[in-house]
């Protein structure tokens, strides 16, 4: 299979069920807890309400109703460039589908978006046990790992922990 064989589109309402399920699979295949409930409808409110806040692109091989990949993006801003950048949330692939180019039309249709989009970047992060995908972003499209650049991340937890505890006093 090529990647001219898969077909991609922007997720629609109807396809909000598959696409819980694609993101499921991705959570099975990072070892981690998927969505609940609760999370599942707030993604396709997120998804498909008044003011989407991210974009869902999924992929389709001929002849299936179901889509096999999705990409998951948004939109950061880069001051520095004084351009917006397109972050690439979840890029996932069936593993049925895998090694057949859909990764990387899905990738390809991503950073197309970027450049219609006038973005002055794409970015994305890599699970560091990930070392094939490292090798592909590195070796096959050019990216660059940022080493000088760490990710940090606040949970809910330790949001409320800190605006509880820190001591902000007016001027």
């Known amino acids: ?7 991609i589109r922007r997720a629609e309402t109807a396809d909000g069920p598959h696409l819980i399920d694609l993101i ?17 409808q707030r993604l396709l409110a997120d998804a498909f309400g008044d003011s989407p806040k991210f974009e869902a692109w999924l992929a389709f091989m001929p002849g299936q109703t179901a889509p096999v990949g999705c990409a ?6 880069s001051t520095f460039l004084a351009k917006p950048s397109l972050y690439i949330e979840d890029i996932f692939v069936l593993p ?13 249709h991503v950073v197309t978006l970027a450049r219609e989009r006038d973005c002055g970047r794409v970015e994305w992060t890599a699970l560091d046990w990930n070392v094939n ?11 660059r790992h940022m080493k000088e650049w760490y990710l940090y991340r606040m949970t809910q937890k330790e949001m409320n922990s800190y ?9």
């Open 1 to 7: 299979m090529t990647q001219a064989a898969c077909q």
């Open 24 to 40: 499921v699979g991705l959570a099975e295949y990072e070892k981690l807890e998927p969505p609940d409930e609760a999370a599942c």
């Open 72 to 77: 998951i993006v948004f939109h950061t801003y």
């Open 96 to 108: 049925t589908h895998r090694k057949g180019g859909i990764g990387s039309a899905l990738l390809k």
């Open 133 to 143: 995908a490292q090798r592909v972003y590195e070796d096959k499209l050019g990216a």
């Open 163 to 171: 605006l509880d505890n820190v001591n902000i006093s007016a001027p």
